[in-house]
Nanobody, 116 residues
Framework: QVQLVESGGGLVQAGGSLRLSCVAS????????MGWYRQTPGAQRESVAI???????NYADSVKGRFTISRDGAENTVYLQMNSLKPEDTAVYYC??????????WGQGTRVTVSS
């Protein structure tokens, strides 16, 4: 059974940095894509950054130039380096992984709070 476990969230002041990690276990295949989404109360979950197995990346406009996604394909691990954090980045961040057959998996989420 595939499991995604996130870590690295916390409280940081505006302008600070955090690094999120997500380790996927239970799959014998490299995920086609891995990524990060975030959600605030009352809002839909939104895509933050996605990386393919080939290293192609896609970022939300709101985080371009500040966030960097990377992955260790061999370990099915994905990271999100978040710099120049803003209060509007405050959310629960979820790791997502999509398998070769299109099935998606989610982690339990890690909370990021950016104080002004």
């Amino acid at each position: 059974q595939v499991q995604l476990v996130e870590s690295g969230g916390g409280l940081v002041q505006a302008g600070g940095s955090l690094r999120l990690s997500c380790v996927a276990s239970g799959s014998t295949y490299t995920f086609v894509t891995m990524g990060w989404y975030r959600q605030t109360p009352g809002a839909q979950r939104e895509s933050v950054a996605i990386i393919s197995s080939h290293g192609s990346t896609n970022y939300a406009d709101s985080v371009k130039g500040r966030f960097t996604i990377s992955r260790d394909g061999a370990e099915n691990t994905v990271y999100l380096q978040m710099n120049s954090l803003k209060p509007e980045d405050t959310a629960v961040y979820y790791c997502n992984a999509v398998n070769w057959n299109g099935r998606g998996y989610w982690g339990q989420g890690t909370r990021v709070t950016v104080s002004s």
